[in-house]
């Protein structure tokens, strides 16, 4: 019986990894591709702007291709390298010295609502995210602590569960979930609940393709 060949994006992370690190270079575009998302997001609610995104987003993707060996799969490769996005994010907050805002380690046992709860954001009409709208909730993202818009980026904007969030922040589970309640009360009165949590920050498709030969292009440099 004649086995069909998978096509290249019908592999699993774990597998193009294998075949990156067996000389197949190319295929690194696969796993840009599928983390562009969640990347862009976390350095746009960590507060920086589009183009300084951009260049994390490059710097996170080097810094991947060249740890690649030292993935040992334990825990997806969305968690790792938003990881390591985390980490250029902190270091770059450092090296030009912006203001740290610390959340408060107070723990409170509040009642867990979903923020996007109407149905309305099903309307076609909604699905066109306007510029002024993207400014209301970027602003309002902004106006919450660090810690707390980072879980609230993480599981409401990029999609992550529980233990993926608290592990690429290092933080207990618990913690995420209090935390991310918090957020939530913190948003509620800035963001219309109708609004879907996808609009939040959405990657426009139009950066991808630029993204991934800025990425192909310093992987072949090296």
């Known amino acids: 019986m004649t ?8 592999y699993s992370d774990a597998e193009i990894i294998q075949k990156i690190l067996h000389g197949q270079v ?3 575009e696969i796993l840009i591709r599928r983390n562009n998302p969640w990347l862009y997001k976390t350095g746009m609610s960590y507060g920086y702007k589009h183009e300084d995104t951009q260049d994390l987003m490059q710097e996170t993707y080097i ?3 060249l740890s690649l060996s030292k993935f040992e799969n334990r825990s997806t490769f969305k968690t790792w390298i938003t ?9 770059k907050r450092q090296k030009f010295s912006f203001k740290n805002e610390t959340a408060s ?4 046992h509040e009642k867990s609502t979903p923020m996007f709860t109407g149905n309305n954001h ?9 510029r ?8 309002a993202l902004q106006k919450i602590p660090l810690d707390y818009r980072m879980v609230f980026s993480l599981r409401e904007v990029s999609g992550f569960n529980v233990a993926e969030t608290a592990e690429a922040l290092s933080i207990s589970e618990s913690n995420v979930k209090v935390r991310l309640n918090r957020a939530k009360a913190m948003l509620r009165n800035e963001v219309e609940k109708t609004y879907s949590a996808a609009e939040i920050y959405e990657f426009n498709l139009v950066y991808c393709d630029a993204m991934v030969q800025r990425v192909m292009d310093g992987l072949r440099s090296l």
């Open 122 to 130: 099903h309307d076609p009409e909604r699905t066109l995210v306007t």
């Open 83 to 91: 990881k390591i996005m985390l980490h250029n994010c902190f270091q």
């Open 3 to 10: 086995t069909i060949a998978k096509a290249p994006e019908q």
């Open 63 to 65: 810094n991947a291709y």
């Open 105 to 108: 380690n107070d723990i409170q």
């Open 26 to 28: 190319a295929l690194f």
């Open 132 to 139: 002024e709208l993207n400014h209301v909730i970027e602003s």
